[in-house]
């Protein structure tokens, strides 16, 4: 899928790129993985490592290997985009890799990793999903939340 996205948008991202993750979640918590220079997830609170990759668009021919992982029931997966790590405070810092590693480590939900880097001073685009594998016969409690930004005044 990534292989095949890459080619078309070669030539057509104006000198860009685009990161990507693709997965599959499987019912019995198989994880099937696909990177493109995207940031790794965290699984129980510590980075999982996936292979290297180019981002899409830079060259036709790019390699996207998969990774599979086996959750458990209780284990977290989570996704994120870098709307998060590059959260900056009203002072100019970035929110960055250690306070990413602190966030989760404490194996928050995708609402509690939105509220911090808001809280922090968030203002690009973010996207996290949280999964947990629930054992059998346990009901999901899903929920999707958006936060609403006030437009930047400057910008409007």
């Given amino acids: 899928m990534l292989g095949r996205l890459n080619r078309c948008l070669v030539g057509r991202m104006g000198g860009g790129f685009a990161t990507g993750v693709v997965f599959r979640v499987d019912r019995d918590g198989t994880v099937i993985f696909a990177n493109a220079g995207h940031l790794p997830p965290y699984l129980n609170g510590k980075e999982y490592p996936l292979d290297a990759s180019l981002p899409l668009g830079l060259i036709a021919h790019s390699d996207y290997t998969e990774t599979k992982v086996q959750l458990k029931p209780g284990d977290q997966l989570a996704v994120y985009t870098d709307g998060l790590l590059e959260a900056t405070s009203p002072t100019g810092e970035l929110f960055g890799f250690e306070r990413m590693n602190a ?27 949280t999964f947990t594998r629930l054992a059998v016969g346990v009901e999901s409690t899903t929920s999707l939340s958006a936060p609403i930004l006030a437009p930047d005044s400057a910008n409007a």
């Fill in 103 to 129: 966030l989760f480590a404490s194996r928050p939900t995708a609402q509690q990793a939105m509220k911090a880097a808001i809280e922090f001073g968030q203002e690009d685009d973010i996207t996290v999903l």
